[in-house]
């Protein structure tokens, strides 16, 4: 079983749509969560972090359950520049960064 | 600030020579840096880890003597890939990490294919 699972997608949306994006951990342990964007042939970047009270930066709401193992990203109001892929990253007590699979997202007109 | 670059951004080389990928912090000092691989359609795999000065900390299934890495500076980590093989054709990103957070900052990448 892989320590962070994503559905690869992909996600198929118009303009304006809201997308949710899930994502499970195995490793009760980990201690950070994280969802970060990689655009096609990119490094990637972070989008945001994730906190049990689940925090919102503009149209993104990020939420994490721990009970669960389990974190979502809400995306509201797509746009086109919102098409990348989005990596679920849990960090570890160790500090090692591990990345999901990412969820692919494309945003049509 | 927390800049990190990667040299060089794309390699082409022959079945057997070695390549050095460079991954430098431009405006912070590293004390750990991390290198991963990604194949096409999967997500970044952890190579290892590598603190100034010390020796590097290998994942599981990853050869040391494959994959040698270098610490030698504050700012500066080095990955040789020796004796390449096509299927060592991947996407090499390095990330840093200063001593003020645990935030890592991703160089741009290496897509390294081996012909």
């Known amino acids: 079983r892989k320590e962070v699972e994503q559905d690869p997608g992909p996600f198929n949306v118009p303009e304006g749509a809201t997308v949710a994006f899930n994502c499970t951990y195995s490793?009760?342990?980990?201690?950070?969560f994280f969802w970060y964007r990689q655009d096609c042939r990119k490094e990637p970047k972070l989008l945001m972090s994730?906190?049990?009270s689940g925090n919102e930066d503009g149209r993104f709401t990020a939420q994490l359950n721990r009970a669960s193992q389990y974190i979502s990203l809400l995306i509201r109001d797509s746009k086109l520049s919102d098409s990348a892929t989005y990596l679920c990253?849990?960090?570890?007590?160790?500090?090692?960064?591990?990345f999901g699979q990412g969820t692919t997202l494309q945003v049509k007109p | 600030g927390a800049v990190v670059s990667q040299h060089p951004s794309w390699v082409i080389c022959k079945s057997g020579t070695s390549v050095k990928i460079e991954c430098r912090s431009l405006?912070?000092?590293?004390?750990?840096m991390f290198w991963y691989r990604q194949f096409p359609k999967q997500s970044l795999m952890l190579m290892a880890t590598?603190?100034?000065?010390?020796?590097?900390?290998?994942e599981q299934g990853v050869e040391k003597d494959k994959f040698l890495i270098n610490h030698a500076s504050l700012t500066l980590s080095t990955l040789t890939v020796t004796s390449a093989h096509p299927e060592d054709s991947s996407f090499y990103i390095c990330?840093?990490?200063?001593?003020?957070?645990?935030?890592?900052?991703f160089g741009p990448g290496t897509r390294l294919t081996v012909t």
């Open positions: 990330s840093a990490r200063g001593d003020f957070g645990a935030e890592q900052y």
């Open positions: 490793n009760s342990a980990s201690q950070s």
């Open positions: 994730v906190y049990s």
């Open positions: 990253v849990v960090n570890k007590n160790t500090g090692k960064l591990i």
């Open positions: 405006d912070f000092q590293a004390t750990t």
């Open positions: 590598s603190n100034e000065g010390s020796k590097a900390t290998y």
